[in-house]
């Protein structure tokens, strides 16, 4: 069955440079309400943990330490179509491909760095929020 929710962090690159407000405003302001949110730092455990299905992929070591050296905002999101109008908001993986006006096209500085998260299924919604927020955290 489809949710209407979806997990996203704020990547340190978008932390480290001051945008936690202007993309927190464009989530908001694009009609999604905050379930869950907090600043928190992912160890390597964390975030090979989380990005375990990229494990054997080229980039695996890059992105572990990238998503471990600082801290990102992490959060769930209600919408109705949470996970694709998300994803739509966000823009391509990479920013040179990005439409104009998503959050990556803005503000993300390449195809490793760029800038937020966002689930890419119902399923992969709920792992994510789970792994990141107890059910007492959820709103
Ligand atoms: P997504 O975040 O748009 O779903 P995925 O393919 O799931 O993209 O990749 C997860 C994350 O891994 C990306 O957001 C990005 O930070 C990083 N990444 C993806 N492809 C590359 C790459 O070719 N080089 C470096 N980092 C990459
Ligand atoms: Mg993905």
């Known amino acids: 069955m489809a949710t209407n929710r979806t997990f996203t962090m704020l ?3 978008a932390v480290e440079k001051g945008h936690i407000g202007a993309i927190l405003e464009k989530i908001t302001a694009s009609g999604f309400r905050i379930v869950a949110m907090k600043l928190t730092q992912m160890t390597t455990e964390d975030a090979k943990a989380f990005y375990a299905v990229h494990a054997e992929r080229p980039f695996y070591g890059e992105l572990v ?3 471990t050296r600082g801290p990102i905002v992490a959060a769930i999101l209600e919408k109705d179509n949470a996970v694709e109008d998300f994803r739509t908001l966000i823009g391509a993986t990479n920013p040179a491909d990005a439409a104009e006006g998503t959050i990556r096209k803005l503000y993300a500085a ?3 760095e760029n800038a937020v998260h966002g689930s890419d299924s119902d399923e992969n ?3 994510e929020g789970a792994f990141h927020f107890a059910g007492r ?3």
């Open 125 to 127: 919604a709920a792992i």
């Open 65 to 67: 330490e990238y998503m």
């Open 110 to 112: 390449s195809i490793g």
């Open 11 to 13: 990547k340190p690159d």
């Open 137 to 139: 955290e959820m709103f």
